[in-house]
């Protein structure tokens, strides 16, 4: 395994392997057996940084989420798993009341609301301190400086050690960041964001917003990245549901562009030239990128996990990875 530094305090940052564990639908779909196994197999290969949400599947098990949290409170219990394995949660998308979607009837990133899901999800993990908590989503309403006042002072208090941000506009990553280095405050550190190999449509609507596609890294988000290297990055969704290597799960629509013919002609050769599958290639070309992400896998099964471990070890050439940076 490899391994990557998130964060710049002293008192915050964190040492984490550069593939993390999506538990999603640990808890849900995934059996708490089989998670288990994975996340022994995760640790066993030297995994770890682990990703969750407080309101992780509520639309598998109409809930409010939590599941996956609880789950992972009792596998840490089970197997006196201590700080070394970074949890990273996230709160915003929590929907408040049973049935409903975050859409229309989210918790938000009110000061109060910040406070009150980041002591259950502490209660629900079995930790004393966070070590990564994000704002889930944007939230178009409580003022930006509510906000981040309202994180920060979970920081002073040795609650939460990290921030991080996901599924917020570049514009709106800034105006927070801004607002807390004013102000003396800890900011966002950790950006969580889908992110892939092939390159989607920039022009398709999305449920969550009204101007494109909702949380995806685009040319502004790299371009903002470039300019802020301290900034770590984590890509969710990094191979498509399993799109890469299943028929039975197609391509998007957002993905329905010549491009994506290029790419995949591209990521087939150098697949073919290092003996690897297209997920290790999507993989190794995150970790090793003039940009480098932190993949985020999902696995609902060990060997399935194995495959994405794998990657950590594909080296591509400066050739194999001129060639799959320029296909278009």
Same mark, same amino acid.
């Given at each position: 395994?490899?391994?990557?530094?998130?964060?710049?305090?002293?008192?915050?940052?964190?040492?984490?392997?550069?593939?993390?564990?999506?538990?999603?639908?640990?808890?849900? #779909?995934?059996?708490?057996?089989?998670?288990?196994?994975?996340?022994?197999?995760y640790?066993?290969?030297?995994?770890?940084?682990?990703?969750t949400?407080?309101?992780?599947?509520?639309?598998l098990?109409? /809930?409010?989420?939590?599941?996956?949290? #609880?789950? *992972? =409170?009792?596998? #840490?219990?089970?197997?006196?798993?201590?700080?070394?394995?970074?949890?990273?949660?996230?709160?915003?998308?929590?929907?408040l009341?049973?049935?409903?979607?975050?859409?229309?009837?989210?918790?938000?990133?009110?000061?109060?609301?910040?406070r009150?899901?980041?002591?259950? /999800?502490?209660?629900?993990?079995?930790?004393?301190?966070?070590?990564?908590?994000?704002?889930?989503v944007?939230d178009?309403?409580?003022p930006?400086?509510?906000?981040?006042?309202?994180?920060?002072a979970?920081?002073?208090?040795?609650?939460? =050690?990290?921030? =991080?941000?996901?599924?917020?506009?570049?514009?709106?990553?800034? #105006?927070?960041?801004?607002?807390?280095?004013?102000?003396?405050?800890?900011?966002?550190?950790?950006?969580?964001? /889908?992110?892939?190999?092939?390159?989607?449509?920039?022009?398709?609507?999305?449920?969550?917003?009204?101007?494109?596609?909702?949380?995806?890294?685009?040319?502004?988000?790299?371009?903002?990245?470039?300019?802020?290297?301290?900034?770590?990055?984590?890509?969710?969704?990094? *191979?498509?549901?399993g799109?890469?290597?299943?028929?039975?799960?197609p391509?998007?629509?957002?993905?329905?562009?010549?491009?994506?013919?290029?790419?995949?002609?591209?990521?087939?050769?150098?697949?073919?030239?290092? =003996?690897?599958?297209?997920?290790?290639?999507? %993989?190794?070309?995150?970790?090793?990128g003039?940009?480098?992400?932190?993949?985020?896998?999902?696995?609902?099964?060990?060997?399935?996990?194995?495959?994405? %471990?794998?990657?950590?070890? *594909? /080296?591509?050439?400066?050739?194999?990875?001129?060639?799959?940076?320029?296909?278009?």
């Open positions: 395994m490899e391994y990557r530094q998130i964060g710049t305090d002293p008192a915050t940052r964190r040492t984490v392997s550069v593939l993390s564990l999506g538990a999603m639908l640990f808890g849900t #779909r995934t059996d708490e057996q089989t998670a288990f196994a994975v996340l022994d197999r640790v066993e290969a030297g995994g770890t940084f682990v990703d949400s407080n309101n992780y599947a509520y639309w098990d109409d /809930s409010q989420g939590g599941a996956s949290e #609880r789950l *992972l =409170g009792r596998w #840490r219990r089970s197997r006196g798993v201590g700080d070394e394995i970074t949890i990273a949660t996230k709160l915003g998308a929590r929907p009341a049973p049935g409903t979607g975050w859409i229309d009837n989210g918790e938000g990133l009110s000061a109060e609301t910040i009150t899901a980041a002591e259950q /999800s502490r209660e629900r993990l079995g930790m004393e301190r966070l070590p990564l908590l994000y704002a889930h944007d178009r309403v409580t930006v400086t509510e906000t981040v006042e309202a994180f920060a979970l920081v002073a208090e040795g609650t939460v =050690g990290l921030l =991080g941000v996901s599924n917020h506009w570049s514009w709106k990553v800034e #105006r927070a960041r801004a607002v807390a280095a004013a102000k003396g405050l800890p900011g966002y550190e950790v950006l969580q964001y /889908s992110h892939s190999y092939l390159r989607r449509r920039t022009d398709m609507p999305d449920a969550a917003s009204q101007d494109g596609p909702f949380g995806v890294v685009a040319g502004d988000f790299l371009s903002y990245l470039r300019a802020e290297p301290d900034l770590a990055m984590v890509a969710y969704s990094p *191979l498509l549901g799109a890469y290597s299943r028929d039975d799960r391509f998007g629509t957002d993905l329905d562009h010549p491009g994506t013919r290029a790419r995949l002609a591209a990521l087939d050769a150098v697949a073919a030239e290092t =003996g690897a599958t297209r997920n290790q290639v999507v %993989l190794s070309w995150l970790i090793g003039e940009i480098p992400f932190i993949p985020l896998v999902g696995a609902s099964s060990v060997a399935q996990l194995n495959e994405s %471990l794998a990657a950590v070890d *594909l /080296s591509l050439t400066p050739d194999q990875r001129t060639r799959l940076d320029t296909a278009f």
